[in-house]
């Protein structure tokens, strides 16, 4: 921490305890040089707890591994957008566009495989070593991934994904050209043939059971990306679990806030003097200190709860058809994700398997112009966010009631409402938005 300690109030030596401890403030002189003063002084006892304290609230809002995870899977969306780009584009070329490109998606999938398997590792290790393997908290997080397993598709195939990258090497994924019916469009997949897939690795039986009910083309791309949004879900449930630890010592520092005495300082700071004495001279000046910052006191505060995993989860709406608004074909599957999409009175909300997923928010994008992606442990938070602010909303779980979406279509507000609590970001399927 950078800072003057001759600015310490040390009008001599003999009244300077060998140690104090306390709230410190940083303030600028009119000269420019920073000061530093014990703004408020507490006993060891109080100082202690209070440090432990700051610890839980700081946590929070450390950097974590599910940014990296978010970071990596950008880099993988985004190098597919550009080899989709240039192959759509390259002509004659495309064969050895195609061939180059895939490549490098190939490394980027592993880099992001790594670096959710380290976010998997991380947060169970914080959670077992913080509150121990039979915490409710530690537990809260089993749930959590039991139920991605449990419900996710994509989730599935991603884990065991990592480890037959390990095993088996580079999947047998490539890049190619397909006709959408629906607009005529040639939109670029990445694809890996089911027979081809299901020989690569010895998939557990459930792995194998999903890629046998897929195409005999299989979008792969779209299967990561389905298991995205499980991914954003479990980093919420570490984040809650920690806000939820940080309450009370965030109450318990907002008090010592309040205690503080008014001025401007810079910045302040939990922070213990400890001072070496020889002989009449202090001799050495030493200080520990941590950034006492009441905007994240105030933050952890105010942070909305994230809900665990749903005790039920909504069925898929199933194989939608995209000019008719009817199924094509019932889906026996629950929804793993919730397609978020505006209408004239609100906000529909409406639950989708892995598979389905990309064609409802298609669907969405097409007749009501835009759609989003959230988690289904979301659906009850949503419906009561949006009441609370004053919007309408409703659940869709029927082909009837998707035709009755379109009719409002002429009537649409504006999207303008974050859908997403603080941090949930929504992934974006590359081909999505050009239809
Ligand atoms: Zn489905």
Request: negative net charge; charged residues 30%; contains cysteine.
């Given at each position: 921490m950078p800072c003057n300690v001759e600015a310490l109030p040390t009008s001599s030596a003999d009244d300077l305890p060998s140690e104090n401890q306390g709230v410190l403030a940083l303030s600028l002189s009119e000269d420019g040089t920073t000061q530093v003063s014990m703004a408020?002084?507490?006993?060891?006892?109080?100082?202690?707890?209070?440090?432990?304290?700051?610890?839980?609230?700081?946590?929070?809002?450390?950097?974590?591994?599910?940014q990296l995870v978010r970071a990596s899977f950008d880099v993988l969306s985004s190098t597919f957008s550009y080899h989709s780009h240039v192959m759509s584009h390259s002509g004659k070329g495309a064969r050895a566009t195609a061939a180059a490109g895939t490549d490098a998606i190939a490394a980027q999938i592993f880099g992001w495989l790594s670096s959710s398997r380290?976010?998997?590792?991380?947060?169970?290790?914080?959670?077992?070593?913080?509150?121990?393997?039979?915490?409710?908290?530690?537990?809260?997080f089993e749930a959590a991934t039991n139920w991605c397993y449990d419900n996710s598709i994509s989730y599935r195939f991603v884990d065991q994904l990592r480890n037959a990258f390990q095993h088996a090497g580079v999947p047998p994924i490539s890049i190619n050209g397909t006709l959408d019916e629906s607009d005529g469009k040639t939109v670029l997949r990445l694809i890996a043939r089911r027979d081809q897939l299901l020989d690569y690795y010895q998939w557990k039986r459930v792995v194998r059971e999903d890629l046998s009910r897929l195409d005999e083309d299989i979008d792969v791309y779209e299967l990561l990306v389905g298991s995205v949004v499980q991914y954003e879900f479990l980093a919420a449930q570490v984040r809650d679990v920690l806000r939820v630890d940080a309450l009370a010592p965030a109450r318990m520092l907002k008090e010592l806030l309040s205690e503080v005495p008014g001025g401007e300082p810079v910045a302040l700071y939990l922070g213990r003097i400890?001072?070496?004495?020889r002989g009449e001279e202090h001799e050495k000046l030493s200080m520990t200190t941590s950034p006492l910052v009441a905007g994240q006191v105030e933050s952890v505060l105010g942070m909305p709860a994230i809900p665990g995993p749903p005790a039920e989860t909504p069925p898929c709406i199933g194989d939608l058809i995209a000019g008719t608004d009817t199924r094509?074909?019932?889906?026996?599957l629950t929804s793993s994700n919730l397609i978020s999409t505006p209408h004239a009175e609100g906000v529909a909300l409406i639950p989708t398997c892995d598979l389905h997923q990309r064609q409802v928010a298609k669907w969405a994008v097409q007749n009501l112009g835009a759609a989003g992606l959230l988690h289904p442990s979301l659906l009850d938070y949503m419906v009561a966010g949006l009441a609370a602010a004053?919007?309408?909303?409703?659940?869709?779980?029927?082909?009837?009631?998707?035709?009755?979406?379109?009719?409002?279509?002429?009537?649409?507000?504006?999207?303008?409402?974050?859908?997403?609590?603080?941090?949930?970001?929504?992934?974006?399927?590359?081909?999505?938005?050009?239809?």
């Open positions: 408020l002084e507490l006993e060891m006892d109080r100082y202690t707890a209070l440090d432990a304290s700051l610890r839980r609230v700081t946590r929070v809002f450390e950097r974590s591994e599910a380290l976010f998997l590792d991380h947060s169970r290790r914080l959670l077992s070593q913080t509150f121990g393997r039979e915490s409710a908290e530690f537990h809260r400890h001072v070496e004495r094509q074909s019932d889906c026996p004053g919007h309408n909303s409703s659940t869709v779980r029927s082909p009837e009631e998707v035709h009755a979406l379109r009719r409002t279509r002429e009537q649409l507000p504006p999207l303008g409402l974050d859908l997403s609590p603080s941090g949930w970001k929504v992934p974006q399927h590359p081909d999505l938005g050009d239809s």
